[in-house]
C-alpha cells in the first residue's frame, strides 16, 4: 500500500524520463563497448560508420529515432521493475524462498538479544568505572592522572560501542516485524515507530500526514524517496548489464559489482536518510494533522497514544471516538 503511495507520488513526469534516462544511455554505451570489444579493435565502428554512410539522410533519421526509443523503452522497462527490486531488498520474497527469509529473520532475532546482552553489560562496566573514578577522585592526594585518562579512555569507547547498539536498535523493528534484509527493517522500523511513539499507524496515517506537510519538507522527503529508488533501479541496470556477456567476459564481474554494490551498501545508506526525513514529519508536523482533522491536542503523551489510536481509526473506519467526542472550532 504505502508503496503505492510513493510510485504516484514520485515527482513530475519529465523529471522521472530525465533520471531514468541517464542510466539509459549509460547501459547502452557500455554494452556498445562490449560490441566493439568482441570485435577485432574499432574494426567495427568503422564497419558501421560506413554502413550508415551509404544511408540516405531520412534512413539515418530513422536509424536515430529507433535507437531513442530502443534507450526509451529500456529506461521504461527498468523504472518499472523498480519498485520490485525495492521490494526484493526489503526482503518481500516469493514463497520458495520462505526457508532464507526465515533464516535471515532468525539471524536478525539473535543479533538483538547478542545486543541486549551488551548493552547490559556495557552499562554495568560503565557504572563500574564511574564509581572508580569517583572514588579516585575523593583521595586527591593520591590521584594518578595516568589511571584516570586510561579510565576516560575506556568510558569514550564504552559510550562509542553503547551509542552504536542504540542506533542498530533503532534501525531494527519490534521482532515480530523483523525483515531479512537491512532495507527492509530501517523502512519497517519506520512504518511501525509512530505508532508506538504518537498511536499514529504509519501506512494509514502517512498519505494524509503528507498533505499537510510545508512544500519544504515534502521536497526532502520526495528527494530522499527518489534518491532510494534510482537505487534500485541501478540494481536492476547491473544484473541487466550481465546479458552482454556473451559479447565480453568482464560485463559479468561489472554488472555483479554495481548490482551488489548498489543493494549491499548504497540502498541501506539511503534507506536511512529517507527513513530519518519520515520520522522527523511525523515529530515536527503530526499536530497539523490534529488541526486539520480539527481534533482536539492531547495534553500529555500518554493522551497522545490514545489519541493517537482513535484518529487511525477514524481515519481507515470511519469510526468516531467513545461517546462525548467534540470535534475542535478553531
Not at 556495557?122 to 572514588?135: D, G, I, M, P, S
Not at 501506512?203 to 532510494?228: F, N, S
Request: glycine fraction near 6%; charge should be neutral.
Amino acid at each position: 500500500m504505502i508503496g503505492k503511495f510513493w510510485e504516484a507520488a514520485g515527482g513530475k513526469l519529465a523529471d522521472r524520463w530525465v533520471m531514468a534516462a541517464g542510466p539509459a544511455l549509460v547501459f547502452w554505451l557500455g554494452g556498445l563497448l562490449a560490441w566493439v570489444w568482441a570485435g577485432v579493435g574499432g574494426q567495427r565502428l568503422d564497419q558501421v560508420a560506413r554502413w550508415l554512410e551509404r544511408w540516405t539522410a531520412p534512413a539515418q533519421l530513422v536509424t536515430l529515432i529507433v535507437l531513442l526509443l530502443v534507450v526509451v523503452a529500456s529506461a521504461l522497462l527498468v523504472q518499472r521493475a523498480t519498485l520490485g527490486m525495492l521490494r526484493l531488498l526489503e526482503g518481500y520474497w516469493p514463497a520458495w524462498a520462505a526457508r532464507p527469509r526465515r533464516a535471515l529473520e532468525q539471524q536478525v532475532r539473535e543479533r538483538a538479544a547478542e545486543d541486549r546482552t551488551a548493552f547490559t553489560e556495557l552499562h554495568r562496566r560503565r557504572e563500574h568505572l564511574t564509581e572508580h573514578l569517583t572514588e579516585l577522585h575523593r583521595g586527591r592526594e593520591h590521584l594518578d592522572g595516568e589511571a584516570c585518562g586510561e579510565i576516560f579512555a575506556e568510558l569514550s569507547d564504552v559510550d562509542r560501542r553503547i551509542a552504536r547498539i542504540e542506533l542498530r536498535a533503532h534501525r531494527r523493528p519490534p521482532l515480530i516485524e523483523a525483515m531479512p534484509t537491512p532495507v527492509g527493517n530501517i523502512l519497517r522500523a519506520t512504518e511501525v515507530r509512530p505508532d508506538a511513539k504518537y498511536g499514529l499507524n504509519g501506512v494509514i496515517v502517512w498519505p494524509h500526514l503528507w498533505l499537510v506537510l510545508p512544500d519544504g519538507v515534502r521536497q526532502e522527503v520526495t528527494a530522499a524517496r527518489k534518491a532510494l529508488d534510482m537505487t534500485a533501479a541501478t540494481v536492476v541496470w547491473g544484473l541487466a548489464f550481465c546479458a552482454f556477456t556473451p559479447l565480453a567476459w568482464w560485463t559479468l564481474p561489472t554488472g555483479l559489482a554495481v548490482a551488489a554494490a548498489s543493494a549491499v551498501w548504497w540502498a541501506p545508506r539511503r534507506a536511512e536518510v529517507f527513513a530519518d526525513l519520515v520520522d522527523a514529519a511525523y515529530d515536527l508536523y503530526r499536530f497539523a494533522l490534529y488541526q486539520q482533522l480539527r481534533w482536539p491536542l492531547p495534553e500529555t503523551p500518554q493522551q497522545e497514544c490514545a489519541a493517537g489510536r482513535d484518529i487511525t481509526q477514524y481515519l481507515w473506519r470511519g469510526t468516531p471516538p467513545p461517546d462525548g467526542f467534540r470535534f475542535t472550532t478553531s
